[in-house]
T-cell receptor, first 114, second 114 residues
Framework: AQSVTQLDSQVPVFEEAPVELRCNYSSSVSVYLFWYVQYPNQGLQLLLKYLSGSTLVESINGFEAEFNKSQTSFHLRKPSVHISDTAEYFCAVSRTSGTYKYIFGTGTRLKVLA | DTGVSQDPRHKITKRGQNVTFRCDPI?????LYWYRQTLGQGPEFLTYFQNEAQLEKSRLLSDRFSAERPKGSFSTLEIQRTEQGDSAMYLC????????????FGPGTRLTVT
């Protein structure tokens, strides 16, 4: 079975400061890794994903995440946050075969302060 | 591509009543997933369809829950004899097998059982 841990339930950060949202996973089989963002009153939107290849993946809005197999982590980073990045961020894993169902973490609420 | 849609967006019902939710996936997607999200938690997998076949059900899906996907298009999730513990956001997602394995989520149906 797989599990995902997001240790930080809330992360306050000032605008233009860097941020890191942590995600650790546990799995006995190979997994795909995802970060989703949920803005208030909106559905989950894919931010970025790791399937294979380069361990550093980037999104179009400046976020990046690095897959670290030895540490079983997939932390999300942004060098300079904006007020508009205020949202809840979910890390998820799926097996690389079968149903591809997601196992989600409990989420991290990012609050960007002016 | 109009995205995944869900109806209704909100449902308030009295304990003991039956409710039915609908999900319309992205038209060419052959996989459809239902998740449940309670306050402060990440979404939890409920069930999964490939085309019209329901291939996996979570232990969270008690016998009061039933899901269908006739003709492999839209899906319905019915909850019979609702309980207050059923209050949650019910999310639907779809994906295309053999593609990039990412799931596209609808806006969700928020159920409140009074």
């Amino acid at each position: 079975a797989q599990s995902v841990t997001q240790l930080d339930s809330q992360v306050p950060v000032f605008e233009e400061a860097p941020v890191e949202l942590r995600c650790n996973y546990s799995s006995s089989v190979s997994v795909y890794l995802f970060w989703y963002v949920q803005y208030p009153n909106q559905g989950l939107q894919l931010l970025l994903k790791y399937l294979s290849g380069s361990t550093l993946v980037e999104s179009i809005n400046g976020f990046e995440a690095e897959f670290n197999k030895s540490q079983t982590s997939f932390h999300l980073r942004k060098p300079s946050v904006h007020i508009s990045d205020t949202a809840e961020y979910f890390c998820a894993v799926s097996r690389t075969s079968g149903t591809y169902k997601y196992i989600f973490g409990t989420g991290t609420r990012l609050k960007v302060l002016a | 591509d109009t995205g995944v849609s869900q109806d209704p967006r909100h449902k308030i019902t009295k304990r003991g009543q039956n409710v039915t939710f609908r999900c319309d996936p992205i038209s060419e997607h052959n996989r459809l997933y239902w998740y449940r999200q309670t306050l402060g938690q990440g979404p939890e997998f409920l069930t999964y369809f490939q085309n019209e076949a329901q291939l996996e059900k979570s232990r969270l899906l008690s016998d009061r829950f039933s899901a269908e996907r006739p003709k492999g298009s839209f899906s319905t999730l019915e909850i019979q004899r609702t309980e207050q513990g059923d209050s949650a956001m019910y999310l639907c997602a779809s994906s295309l097998v053999g593609s990039s394995y990412e799931q596209y989520f609808g806006p969700g149906t928020r159920l409140t059982v009074t």
